[in-house]
């Protein structure tokens, strides 16, 4: 276990594995003996390893909801709720100032650029993306489209959405956690306002 160590590290401080974020890692999870291995080094931690339906991302979820695991749980859910509205909106932006016939999905290049001159030749964009990086998630101080931008990507980036591949590079490239964000939206949206105390084992574990 010593060479998961890192592996594991990330894993428990809350990372998103992915292809994007990081490829050598996500092909170390797709094999089953390792994460055999890691499952059961995490057992006496009350945590297991969990992907999306999709399999194009990996985290950890609870074993057991005991009380620890559920005020965990509770309070982390509380904070994932609290920034999935601007997210979606920021989703639903890049679709319609790109002119893209879906979501944003992993893989996919976004360059804060081309948001810039897609703004400034539409007012109604312009307005949505001030409101957006407003937005306590975002937290932009600055009335000028190009700072409101930087911010925006800025903490996408620090939240795994988006990774930045070349520091002194403006494009950004978008994360398989971007699926765990629409699969937790549309969770929220079939169970309308499920109270995590009174949430199935099973739906939380899949979630969190």
């Keep these: 276990m010593v060479e998961q160590g890192p592996l594991l590290e990330r894993l428990l401080a809350g990372q998103f594995i992915c292809a994007v974020s990081d ?22 931690l009350n945590r297991r390893l969990a992907t999306n339906d999709e399999g194009s991302v990996y985290f950890l979820a609870w074993r057991q909801l005991n009380d620890d695991a559920r005020e965990q749980l509770s309070r982390q859910l509380g904070d994932t709720v609290a920034s999935l509205l601007p997210l979606l ?89 971007i699926d765990y964000l629409i699969d937790l939206a549309r969770f929220i949206r079939d169970e309308e306002n499920l109270p995590v105390d009174e949430a199935p084992p099973g739906d939380q574990e899949s979630l969190l």
């Design 23 to 44: 490829e050598a890692a996500f092909r170390r999870l797709q094999d089953e003996e390792i994460r055999e291995q890691l499952d059961a080094y995490l057992r006496p």
């Design 89 to 177: 909106e920021w989703l639903q932006l890049v679709q319609e100032a790109l002119g893209r016939d879906g979501l944003a999905a992993p893989g996919d290049v976004l360059k804060p650029a081309d948001f810039s001159s897609r703004c400034e030749d539409n007012q109604g964009l312009r307005e949505r993306l001030e409101r957006l990086a407003t937005d306590p998630f975002f937290g932009s101080q600055s009335d000028q489209l190009d700072a409101q931008l930087k911010q925006v990507f800025k903490r996408l980036k620090e939240h795994g959405y988006l990774l930045q591949p070349h520091a002194d590079r403006q494009y950004f490239v978008v994360t398989a956690k």
